[in-house]
């Protein structure tokens, strides 16, 4: 029976239906709109959604639609237009970067490997908002690097979980 | 397999590398022109067009909710709030008497010392907050209402207590102010006691309002009410701002810096007043973010948090 990290990247990438990966991550984004982001140390979870689907399906989700959603949340924020497009672009781009050697590993470690990426495409960001204001805005953007990363594992699992299903059934039926 | 995986090697679009750089590269033009001019308006608005049918749709539970708690608690707010009014109304029917006499005392004064009409009673529109964007650098509210109600940029927002802040975008259907402690506002102030005329701007400490470019032998100290001015034609003048908190005076510059805290409370209502002032002849435009950062420079003295 295949385990989770057994999967390769190419088999895992066709099982996925386009409306199940689009479902998925405007469901987030619609849930990122709410005020629960006030909070300065709140994980990412548009980010982490979006960047599971960069890995898992890397031709119909990249670093445009990254981009994008990026641009709807700092429009959203009322922030400096393209800075969370950054932060999402920079994710994106080093996730995919090491796609084929992230995959290859269960989910705990996947979030390791993914930590420098998460905490050095926010740094990136935070350096840039607090160019823009000439202040620092504190290290609670530290948190919410770490509490994103932290999340990896369960947010994999659960968008995981379908393919989980299909596969069981799979093997259940030869 | 393997050739498997060569095939879709080159049936992939640009490369990566290729798309981080031009993606990255408009996102930085992006943020230098949001920056600096305000060109990236109409992507935003084109966003936020699209983006307002969402943002209703998420917070409309949280409407829902409220609507219900009213509905179901009716009788004991209204019954609370009817109080409050009553006890407002009585200290303010003492206070319009008194207005009313030093109106026309001050009108009769005017006249003998041959001074011109000041300004007449202006528009307004009364806005709900739709929600607070988080942000770690700004601090702005976004309203219900936008360019369609007659709000346009550089108005400002006032409360029952006082100035709130200064509307800096709008769209159609909603409008962004600035709080009067967030840098990008500067408000030309007045103290009560003596008249002395200054300018406050937000502080890079949070919630508070920051009184700079005084000399250090200004008559200013702790305790002073700080009310706007009605120089520069934007903010009409008698609205509470703040109240002084403490005055650093630096004898070797030559300069002093002072602290306020805001007379308003926008943390605790949900209505604000726009007041419809007549904006867009150049002079009474917010300042770009350009001139916000040089500012924020040369007027740092001590900044440690």
Same mark, same amino acid.
């Given at each position: 029976m295949p385990m989770a990290h057994d999967v390769g990247p190419e088999s895992v990438e066709t099982t996925s239906g386009v409306g199940y990966v689009w479902a998925t991550m405007l469901l987030v984004w619609v849930l990122s !709109? !709410?005020?629960?982001?006030?909070?300065?140390?709140?994980?990412?979870l548009l980010l982490l959604v979006i960047t599971f689907w960069s890995l898992h399906d890397s031709r119909r989700v990249g670093m445009l639609v990254a981009f994008l959603f990026g641009l709807t949340l700092d429009v959203h924020d009322v922030g400096p237009l393209g800075l969370q497009a950054l932060m999402f672009v920079l994710t994106v781009y080093g996730a995919q970067a090491m796609q084929r050697r992230v995959l290859r590993f269960d989910l705990l470690q996947q979030s390791i490997h993914l930590l420098p990426v998460f905490v050095g495409a926010k740094l990136v960001t935070v350096l840039i908002g607090s160019f823009l204001v000439s202040a620092w805005p504190g290290w609670s953007w530290l948190f919410s690097a770490l509490l994103t990363t932290a999340c990896w594992p369960l947010v994999s699992w659960l968008l995981l979980l379908p393919q989980h299903r299909l596969d069981d059934a799979e093997g259940g039926s030869t | 397999m393997q050739r498997h995986v060569t095939l879709r090697l080159f049936r992939r679009g640009p490369a990566a590398e290729v798309t981080l750089t031009l993606l990255v590269l408009l996102a930085i033009v992006l943020l230098f022109t949001d920056a600096t001019w305000t060109k990236t308006n109409p992507v935003r608005q084109a966003i936020a067009t699209t983006l307002y049918p969402f943002q209703r749709a998420v917070l409309f539970p949280r409407d829902m909710l409220k609507m219900a708690n009213e509905w179901v608690n009716a009788a004991a707010l209204i019954k609370s709030e009817n109080e409050a009014l009553q006890r407002q109304r009585i200290t303010l029917a003492q206070v319009s008497t008194n207005a009313a006499l030093l109106s026309a005392e001050n009108t009769q004064l005017r006249r003998l010392l041959g001074v011109l009409e000041t300004a007449v009673d202006r528009p307004t529109v009364v806005v709900e907050v739709l929600y607070e964007p988080v942000n770690a650098f700004t601090r702005r509210i976004v309203f219900n209402k936008g360019s369609r109600a007659g709000i346009a940029q550089g108005m400002p927002v006032i409360d029952e207590s006082g100035v709130v802040g200064q509307i800096t975008r709008v769209t159609p259907m909603s409008s962004e102010a600035a709080m $009067?402690?967030?840098?990008i506002v500067s408000i030309p102030v007045? @103290? $009560?006691?003596?008249g002395l005329r200054l300018i406050a701007f937000g502080s890079s400490a949070p919630g508070k309002v920051e009184v700079r470019y005084?000399?250090?032998? /200004?008559d200013i100290r702790e305790g002073d009410q700080l009310v706007t001015s009605? @120089? %520069? %034609? @934007?903010f009409p003048a008698g609205l509470a701002v703040g109240r002084v908190d403490h005055v650093e005076r630096n004898p070797a510059s030559g300069f002093a810096r002072a602290e306020a805290q805001p /007379?308003?409370?926008?943390?605790?209502?949900r209505h604000f007043l726009v007041l419809q002032v007549p904006t867009?002849?150049? $002079?009474t435009s917010l300042p770009s973010a350009a001139t916000i950062s040089s500012t924020g420079l040369a007027g740092a003295t001590d900044k440690t948090k």
């Open positions: !709109l !709410l005020p629960w982001r006030v909070w300065h140390a709140a994980p990412e | $009067l402690t967030d840098e007045q @103290v $009560l006691r003596n005084f000399s250090s032998d /200004a009605g @120089v %520069g %034609g @934007v /007379a308003s409370h926008p943390e605790r209502h867009g002849d150049g $002079l």
